[in-house]
């Protein structure tokens, strides 16, 4: 039996399925606080992406050159603004989740985790659909073309959207823990815009910079989502062994921070 | 079963350090069995049910649980204030696993919120609040119920309509209450305790705990 209920659950499976079923729970929840229910509702999750992507590239397309390095413009704030909006939203989301959230660990199935866990994947789903759409929408109008190699594209979302959740982890844990934290969140994550890589390719850079930006998992993610988009012409450098090992690690740090915070949490 | 093993808890006062609330509480409740929890304001008994519920975690000692346990029913957590009665109810159907039209309906059969619950919850009295807290914990079967204070907040009806299902319905449930109204837990309870100086004593029998508790407040 599936229920809630019981105490402990029985077995591996019934643990996973009541998990899910919290974090399905949770953004139902998260959807109908957030955006109401009234006027179009739930639809504002992929709204807000899009009007901040489409927004950015009407304004690139209009006001910059139509090729940067040789590459289009329009591809370019594309394929970048998607998902630093995926890793910005996840940041903002997970600050302070746990002081928003406090009343729902009343019921002892819900745990941190969950919590981070469906906001994140809202975030995820959302700029996911909004980039579809306004990808889409760019291709049909003719200022951009089809990705060469979705392969590679598919792979670069799958880690970056890891990269996001490793980092809301984090941040959510951090900012319950410590005040200071919580204040230099806005400001750190302005500061390493550049180290996102969503406004250049690492090979525009003079060889001997290079290496300070492939530290970055995040940027090794774009590199790989434009390898998809443009293929070889743009010129992609990436080492996926490295991207894996990274966001592998902040993954687990992120994982040890959350089941650490419980402590932390002061439920209303 | 529901076992208390050792349960300490430090609250930390900012510039002044760790202060005790309780030290090495041990206690066992069977399936069935009904403990009423005595105790002066700031005893220590709501953070006592909300260890027992998971809400706060314990700073030693551990909680063994081998019932389904309740979360705490008490006048706030448990629900999101922005969020409407309705909404609270559908994610608690959720993630208890239950049927939403017969719990709605139970619901409103019996917290008899009529309209109100589609209102926010942070608009509702206290007595209202309880009252949609204790139909949707009623409405799950828990085998033991974590009750904080909140049945003594209803009118009349209310409370009879939660002695109805508590002691008739649901009579081989197990219950731990916290309260400082003695008639209560005299009517309700089959074993009784007080909290006092950090520690839990447990009595005999509820009307042994109750003069214990009036020896205090003398």
């Keep these: 039996m599936s229920s809630g209920l019981s105490y402990r659950p029985t077995t591996l499976r019934h643990a996973f399925l009541l998990q899910m079923r ?43 050159p139509p090729h940067e390095h040789g590459l289009p413009i329009t591809a370019i704030v594309i394929t970048g603004y998607v998902p630093l909006t995926m890793w910005r939203h996840s940041i903002q989301r997970s600050v302070k989740a746990y002081e928003a959230n406090g009343s729902l660990l009343f019921h002892r199935q819900v745990t941190p985790l969950d919590i981070i866990v469906a906001r994140w994947a809202l975030e995820v789903l959302g700029t996911l659909m909004a980039g579809l759409l306004v990808g889409s929408g760019a291709i049909l109008g003719g200022y951009m073309k089809p990705p060469l190699h979705w392969g590679i594209l598919y792979a670069g979302l799958g880690f970056h959207a890891m990269f996001c959740l490793a980092t809301a982890l984090i941040f959510a844990a951090l900012t319950e823990m410590s005040e200071t934290v919580e ?35 995040s940027v090794e993610n774009m590199e790989m989502i434009r390898e998809g988009q443009f293929g070889s012409t743009a010129h992609p450098i990436y080492d996926i062994n490295y991207d894996f090992w990274a966001t592998l690690t902040l993954l687990l740090i992120g994982i040890y921070l959350t089941l650490r915070v419980r402590r932390h949490i002061v439920v209303q | 079963m529901l076992r208390c093993i050792d349960i300490c808890k430090d609250y930390h006062i900012p510039g002044k350090g760790p202060r005790r609330v309780l030290d090495r509480v041990n206690f066992q409740l069977e399936r069935g069995q009904k403990l009423g929890v005595l105790g002066r304001n700031g005893a220590g008994k709501s953070t006592l049910i909300r260890i027992l519920g998971g809400v706060d975690l314990a700073t030693s000692g551990r909680v063994e649980r081998t019932m389904s346990i309740s979360w705490p029913l008490a006048f706030t957590g448990a629900f999101q204030g922005s969020l409407s009665g309705l909404d609270n109810l559908r994610f608690i159907c959720r993630i208890y696993n239950l049927d939403y039209t017969n719990t709605r309906a139970f619901v409103d059969d019996f917290a008899e919120l009529g309209k109100q619950l589609g209102e926010p919850v942070k608009t509702y009295s206290s007595g209202m609040r309880a009252r949609l807290a204790f139909a949707l914990s009623i409405s799950i079967n828990f085998d033991c119920y974590l009750i904080d204070e909140v049945v003594m907040v209803g009118d009349a009806r209310f409370t009879q309509r939660c002695q109805d ?30 909290i006092h100086d950090r520690k839990l004593h447990l009595c005999g029998d509820v009307s042994e705990a109750i003069n214990e508790y009036e020896a205090l407040n003398r």
């Excluded at chain 1, 996102?196 to 300070?212: E, H, I």
């Excluded at chain 2, 008739?168 to 007080?194: E, P, T, Y």
């Design chain 1, 22 to 64: 919290v974090i399905w729970a949770l953004m139902m929840r998260e959807i109908h606080t957030r955006f109401g229910r009234e006027n179009i509702g739930f639809l504002w999750v992929i709204g807000e992406p899009i009007l901040f992507c489409s927004g950015v590239a009407i304004m690139w397309t209009a006001i910059r």
């Design chain 1, 183 to 217: 204040k230099i969140v806005g400001i750190a994550t302005y500061l390493s815009l550049p180290f996102s890589g969503a406004f250049s390719m690492v090979a525009w850079l003079p060889q001997k910079d290079r290496w300070a930006m492939l530290c970055a998992p």
């Design chain 2, 165 to 194: 299902e508590l002691f008739v319905q649901k009579k081989d449930r197990a219950l731990v209450i916290v309260s400082h109204s003695m008639d209560f837990i005299r009517d309700v309870c089959d074993r009784g305790g007080v």
